[in-house]
């Protein structure tokens, strides 16, 4: 390599840095709206979860509430 072309090649990395850099900023950026998102899906999956569970807990009752009057116990 010639040393005269040195500052060029100096500049040409220069700006390939600053490139790279701004590139990975917006990954970034990406990657948190990811996580963010992410973690909201997680509370609507766990609140829908819990509220399935309940209607589950609810419809047991309601089919031993059933059987019982069905069925008596004497």
């Known amino acids: 390599m010639n040393p005269r072309d040195l500052p060029e090649v100096v500049a040409a990395l220069t700006m390939e840095t600053h490139e790279v850099r701004s590139e990975l900023q917006g990954i970034n950026g990406r990657i948190d709206r990811l996580e963010s998102q992410m973690q909201a899906t997680r509370e609507e999956n766990r609140e829908n979860t819990d509220h399935l569970l309940e209607h589950d807990d ?5 089919a031993r509430h059933l059987n019982n009057l069905e069925a008596p116990q004497q």
């Open 58 to 62: 609810q419809l047991r009752h309601h």
